[in-house]
């Protein structure tokens, strides 16, 4: 996004401030080059909030009236980017590995832990109405509500369906018509199975129960070692004994966890016990 000359711009000690709340809130870990990205994600509310600068604003959102801003100011500064069957090598994995060896009257648990507008939990649930051989249950979060509430009317673009296989294609989303010419929906059968809810990794856990699969793909590379290592200690506590991690493809557990063990690029298992 281009900035125009009136973009107010963090001072290094403004900048701090911000990068010490969002470490504490979020864990996400945002290097000082990262000034021109807070600027860019924060300056339209500084101007819907009539603040003159970052100092003005970082005392809003600290304060108790400044709640319901702090929430806009952390979902905006989390990045969303996601597309069905991203990184297809976990798909073919689930399907040629996990589900031919499932048998029926089992029940497959699959979290997808930072799920975003829900391109990445639908890919999942087609696959798995498709080819899973028993019962499942996906559970899909992100720390940001809005991309959750997306994700769970589960309405996506034509351009952003074109990696979708055309059989699921034709099996699992409906055009759009009228006012939703150009969009497609993920179907209410498809919607229906999967469960949607906020959390945050970097907090506690709920009790949501154990997993035999968890994805948690290209979000790790927002939070420094020690932060990753914690996330790493608390999903590794969800997971059944010999259940599989996704993690994202430029993402590597090695020096970060002993919890689990390599499979493939991208796939770990959890270490026996
Ligand atoms: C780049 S997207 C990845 C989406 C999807 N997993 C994929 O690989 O396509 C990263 C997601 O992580 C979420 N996220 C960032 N920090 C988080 C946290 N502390 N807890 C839960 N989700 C978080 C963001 O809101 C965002 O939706």
Redesign the pocket.
């Known amino acids: 996004m281009e900035m125009d000359s009136a973009t107010p711009i963090p001072s290094d000690k403004e900048f701090q401030l911000f990068q010490q709340l969002i470490q504490d809130k979020?864990?996400?870990f945002l290097p000082a080059q990262k000034k021109a990205l807070l600027s860019n994600r924060l300056w339209k509310r500084l101007q819907a909030c009539q603040v003159k600068g970052f100092g003005d604003y970082y005392r809003l959102i600290q304060s108790p009236q400044g709640k319901g801003e702090l929430n806009i100011a952390l979902e905006l500064i989390?990045?969303?980017?996601?597309?069905f069957f991203?990184?297809q090598k976990h798909f073919d994995y689930l399907q040629e590995e996990i589900l031919p060896k499932l048998r029926p009257g089992t029940n497959f648990r699959v979290w997808?832990?930072?799920?975003?507008t829900g391109?990445?939990p639908y890919s999942i649930a087609m696959v798995l109405r498709d080819r899973c051989p028993s019962e499942w249950e996906l559970l899909c979060?992100?720390?940001?509500r809005t991309?959750v509430e997306q994700a769970k009317i589960g309405i996506y673009p034509d351009v952003r369906v074109k990696n979708i296989p055309p059989e699921y294609l034709r099996r699992f989303c409906r055009k759009g018509v009228g006012p939703q010419q150009g969009n497609v929906r993920v179907t209410a059968e498809l919607r229906d199975a999967v469960q949607f809810f906020t959390?945050?990794?970097?907090e506690d856990f709920p009790d949501i129960g154990k997993f035999d699969l968890v994805?948690l793909?290209?979000?790790l590379i927002?939070f420094e070692n020690d932060n990753k290592s914690k996330i790493l200690e608390r999903i590794a506590d969800k997971l059944n004994p010999g259940g599989i991690l996704f993690v994202?493809h430029s993402e590597s557990l090695h020096g970060i966890s002993t919890r689990f063990t390599p499979v493939k690029p991208a796939i770990y298992r959890l270490a026996g016990r």
């Not at 997808?112 to 975003?116: D, G, K």
């Open positions: 979020l864990g996400i989390t990045t969303n980017e996601t597309y991203r990184e997808s832990a930072a799920s975003s391109e990445e979060s992100d720390v940001n991309v959390l945050n990794l970097h994805f793909r290209n979000v927002y994202g």
